[in-house]
Nanobody
Framework: QVQLVESGGGLVQAGGSLRLSCVASGSTFNSYVMGWFRQAPGKEREFVAA????????YYADSVTGRFTISRDNTKNTLYLQMNSLKPEDTAVYSC???????????????WGQGTQVTVSS
């Protein structure tokens, strides 16, 4: 069983940047595909980005392509999400999750962190 803890969220003005982190413990981090998802109030959880076990392959939602970058450091058991050019519509709770394979569907991911709030003001 893997435990995930996100951090790095906060309040930022539109156009600003934030870097989210997700630290994993309790299992072999590099055996998992990792993903970031987000959920805004009153909306369903949506895919943001995913990264392969070795960090070579990355995948993004169209809404964040070119602005967000997912990465991982397997020596530190840590997943990152660099978010630039933030928009008010990026406001949501961001969660990381482990998966057996790359997928954009949240139901394919097994373990989830508690999430970190990102608020972008206009």
């Amino acid at each position: 069983q893997v435990q995930l803890v996100e951090s790095g969220g906060g309040l930022v003005q539109a156009g600003g940047s934030l870097r989210l982190s997700c630290v994993a413990s309790g299992s072999t981090f590099n055996s998992y595909v990792m993903g970031w998802f987000r959920q805004a109030p009153g909306k369903e959880r949506e895919f943001v980005a995913a990264i392969s076990r070795g960090g070579i392959n990355t995948y993004y939602a169209d809404s964040v392509t070119g602005r967000f970058t997912i990465s991982r450091d397997n020596t530190k058991n840590t997943l990152y999400l660099q978010m630039n050019s933030l928009k008010p519509e990026d406001t949501a709770v961001y969660s990381c999750a482990t998966g057996p394979y790359i997928s954009r569907r949240s139901r394919d991911y097994a373990s989830w962190g508690q999430g970190t709030q990102v608020t972008v003001s206009s």
